[in-house]
């Protein structure tokens, strides 16, 4: 089983960028479909970025298109999410996540292992 930590979370004005990261252990970082969800105070747990193995295909949410970028290195068994012209709807807890299996539907029940999360929060 994958042990995923977060981290890179913070405090941040609207219009700023934040990079969060997901370190992987105990598993072949490979193997795993990876993701990014978010969930908000009163909300539900949504995805907001997802990438397959081999960083060949990307999955992004409406809400973040265009401003937030996922990326992988594999070498480095490192995950990371970049998130530009954050507004403060983007405020919640983030979440790294991995899937063993072939992702055909992006979505949070698509992953079994997950972090601890990190707190972003966006001040206007």
């Known amino acids: 089983q994958v042990q995923l930590v977060e981290s890179g979370g913070g405090l941040v004005q609207a219009g700023g960028s934040l990079r969060l990261s997901c370190a992987a252990s105990?598993?072949?970082?490979?193997?795993?479909?990876m993701g990014w969800s978010r969930q908000a105070p009163g909300k539900e747990r949504e995805l907001v970025a997802g990438?397959?193995?081999?960083?060949?295909?990307?999955y992004y949410a409406d809400s973040v298109k265009g401003r937030f970028t996922i990326s992988r290195d594999n070498a480095k068994n490192t995950m990371y999410l970049q998130m530009n012209s954050l507004v403060p709807e983007d405020t919640a807890v983030y979440y790294c996540?991995?899937?063993?299996?072939?992702?055909?539907?992006?979505?949070?029940?698509?992953?079994?292992?997950w972090g601890q999360g990190t707190q972003v929060t966006v001040y206007s």
């Open positions: 996540a991995a899937s063993r299996n072939y992702v055909t539907s992006w979505s949070v029940p698509a992953f079994g292992s």
């Open positions: 105990g598993g072949t970082f490979s193997s795993y479909a």
């Open positions: 990438i397959s193995r081999s960083g060949g295909t990307i």
